[in-house]
């Protein structure tokens, strides 16, 4: 599975911004997506993650209210769609995908593909 982010920018703080993630190869149905963020010296972080279904989703405490995800998996892509955004939410953010089960989404290193990752900047 090949995986490719897009739709990063800059923003001004309380924007809105949707990031995607476009799969190739395998069907994505057959992998939970996550997205995760790293900003400039932390760690990579979980911000949120959907089953294969896209009946279940997952979020990150910091992330939880502002951020939805959701999948198309007719066209093999997933979606980050981000509200209320705030300094703190600039990184790359990277989605991922897994094989494995639902509940070990907040694992990174649970992931089987990522993507290059698409960089937000949010400007106060």
């Known amino acids: 599975v090949q995986l490719q982010a897009s739709g990063g920018g800059l923003v001004q703080a309380g924007g809105s911004l949707r990031v995607s993630c476009a799969a190739s190869?395998?069907?994505?149905?057959?992998?939970?997506m996550g997205w995760f963020r790293q900003a400039p010296g932390k760690e990579r972080e979980f911000v949120a993650a959907?089953?294969?279904?896209?009946?279940?989703?997952d979020y990150a405490d910091s992330v939880k209210g502002r951020f939805n995800i959701s999948r198309d998996n007719a066209k093999n892509t997933a979606y980050l769609q981000m509200k209320s955004l705030k300094p703190e939410d600039t990184a790359v953010y990277y989605c991922?995908?897994?094989?494995?089960?639902?509940?070990?989404?907040?694992?990174?290193?649970?992931?089987?593909?990522w993507g290059r990752g698409t960089q937000v900047t949010v400007s106060s």
């Open positions: 991922a995908a897994n094989r494995g089960v639902f509940w070990r989404a907040r694992v990174s290193s649970g992931y089987d593909y």
């Open positions: 190869g395998r069907t994505s149905r057959n992998y939970f």
């Open positions: 959907i089953s294969r279904s896209g009946d279940s989703t």
